[in-house]
């Protein structure tokens, strides 16, 4: 089975403007389907460093001098390229979201196709599961999670559901929470569970939080000419990095100088989103929902 296929490979690399001698983060390593393509396209002298806290992706790690593999999530990503002596780099990819492998492997509890313990955590050694989630959190928190990471129509409805069902019974399992949910699934059942298991997925692994770290951090350690690539799929993501890479901050609002002089770190190269190709989307349908976007760091004048 494979692990993960990159999502819009060509249009991945091209945004990125390799240059051979030039130092690259792939953000989110996963399969390390982007992180092959970098390296072919890397000389000898090139850098490429490969993020990713899962550690299933440990077993995709080549053997290749130029790749240093970080089993961290990119939120830190200052910090460990400043524990490798690289102070800047020439451009960073992020391919966002949740891998096939996560969702095809149900003993991790990323699908409602499995039954499986209700874990849904990147890093399997750290944090909260999704069962935690669901029996612990407050009937408004779980209101917020549905209705703003997967934009569930019905969540305060969902919400009531779940702590009533888990006041007879602790829902730990993938069909423990889909049997607290049948009642209340409105429109397409696929759709609506996506939506759902989408959000829980979000919250158990801080996914906004650190995309806006990350984001930050990437201006900082970007060259003048160095280019940011992000693959998102899903709107409150892709409105993050269009907000960033439209003003240099996550809200999106415009900063001037004392002059009146708007505040642009970036160059936006993608003034629309890149779309992956219904070519693309016939032979890997998970990529229907992606969108790419590109900015280049302007010079400092």
């Known amino acids: 089975m494979t692990y993960h296929v990159p999502v819009m490979p060509k249009e991945s690399i091209e945004g990125l403007a390799i240059a051979e001698a030039g130092v690259f983060v792939d ?14 396209a890397l000389g000898d002298k090139g850098r490429l460093l490969g993020f990713d806290q899962d550690q299933d992706a440990l077993g995709n790690v080549p053997e290749d001098e130029r790749f240093t593999f970080v089993q961290h999530n990119f939120r830190f ?12 780099v020439d ?12 969702l095809d492997e149900g003993s991790r509890g990323f699908s409602y196709r499995f039954d ?9 050694n750290d944090g909260s599961t999704a069962a935690d989630v669901l029996n ?10 549905f209705s703003e990471y997967g934009e569930v129509r019905n969540s305060k409805t969902l919400a009531a559901g779940i702590v009533q069902a888990r006041q007879g019974k602790s829902i730990r399992s993938v069909d423990d929470f889909l049997s607290a949910m049948d009642p209340f699934v409105r429109g397409t059942r696929w759709k609506y569970l996506s939506q759902v298991f ?16 990350f984001l930050e951090q990437s201006l900082e350690v970007l060259k ?5 690539v992000v693959i ?5 993501e892709d409105r993050l990095v269009k907000n960033f890479l439209r003003s240099g901050n996550l809200k999106g609002e415009q900063e001037k100088d004392f002059y009146g002089n708007i505040y642009r770190p970036f160059k936006v190269i993608t003034k629309k989103a890149l779309l992956p190709r219904p070519e693309e989307i016939e032979v890997n349908p998970r990529a229907r929902s992606a969108k790419l976007r590109v900015g280049e760091k302007k010079s400092e004048e």
């Open 91 to 102: 451009g960073i990819l992020a391919d966002l979201g949740v891998s096939s492998h996560q």
């Open 27 to 40: 953000a989110t390593f996963g399969g390390g389907g982007h992180s092959r393509l970098i390296l072919e």
């Open 224 to 228: 003048p000419g160095g280019r940011l």
């Open 116 to 124: 499986h313990d209700l874990d849904m955590r990147m890093n399997q």
């Open 198 to 213: 989408q959000a829980l997925r979000i919250e158990v692994n801080d996914e906004m939080a650190a995309l806006e770290e």
């Open 77 to 88: 990503l200052r910090r460990f390229l400043k524990l490798y002596g690289i102070r800047q």
């Open 232 to 236: 998102s799929y899903h709107s409150l």
């Open 136 to 145: 612990t959190y407050l009937e408004e928190d779980l209101v917020r999670i």
